[in-house]
């Protein structure tokens, strides 16, 4: 990771086409370092879990609709993407000098998903309060985070007990690492049990979403 971090903290400074062409056969490198890595976090993880596969992000950006023009991401990032409909959530992996991040969830839920995971916390949030409780979440998560509307979404009640969960339109664990820890030999084992520490929230939500508020099976 040295060498990511090191070519990150210059292209931070030097964010423009001219500079990355002159510098692409040491970008090439880090990539290549950068997938061995990623590959190897996915072939552990898939020791545990049914993975759909892996997506590592570009570097490019894409500044059509941003006042950012700056034309290259300051991180690098991979996906891994569990095997749907019966196993649900997303892991995620950020390297960045100083906002390293390993987190995983639900990022952008369809609508219909959405709309069942706060029917459920209509009903009870006994499981999710357990599961967010548990010393282990509490150690790696500290809580569960996401994105919330501002007010009650339609047809739920303002004053429900759990509105707080209800009114998230994400539900996102995430755990910080500062540059010494990614860079320490323990980092990736570290990643993986982050990782590993997200399945009861995933089994939980993937049982969930794959029944009907009876609990009946939807596939």
């Known amino acids: 990771m040295k060498k990511a971090f090191e070519f ?13 062409t002159q510098h692409k056969t040491e970008y090439d490198a880090v990539v290549k370092e950068n997938k061995v890595f990623f590959n190897q976090i996915y072939t552990e993880l898939q020791d545990h879990d049914n993975l759909k596969g892996i997506h590592i992000f570009r570097i490019y950006r894409d500044v059509r609709f941003s006042k950012d023009k700056t034309p290259y991401k300051t ?24 906002n390293s991040f390993v987190g995983g969830g639900f990022w952008g839920p369809e609508a219909k ?7 459920e916390f209509e009903i009870s949030t006994t499981e999710i309060d357990k599961i967010t409780s548990d010393k282990t979440f509490v150690k790696y998560f500290g809580e569960l985070k996401g994105d919330s509307v501002k007010t009650a979404p339609r047809g739920f009640d303002k004053d429900h007990p759990a509105i707080d969960l209800i009114r998230k339109k994400q539900y996102l664990v995430l755990r910080k690492f500062t540059d010494k820890e990614v860079l320490s030999d323990n980092f990736q084992k570290e990643v993986i049990q982050t990782l590993l520490a997200m399945r009861p929230f995933f089994d939980y939500m993937s ?3 794959t029944t009907d508020l009876n609990g009946e099976p939807l596939f």
Do not use: H
């Not at 990150?8 to 990355?20: D, G, I, Q, V, Y």
């Not at 991180?75 to 100083?98: A, H």
């Not at 998903?113 to 029917?119: A, F, G, M, S, V």
């Open 75 to 98: 991180d690098f990032g991979v996906g891994y993407s569990r095997s749907k409909p019966m196993l649900r959530g997303g892991y995620y992996i950020q390297l960045e000098p100083g």
């Open 207 to 209: 049982e969930v979403l």
């Open 113 to 119: 998903d959405l709309l069942r995971i706060r029917k």
């Open 8 to 20: 990150l903290k210059k292209l931070e400074k030097n964010n423009n086409r001219e500079w990355f």
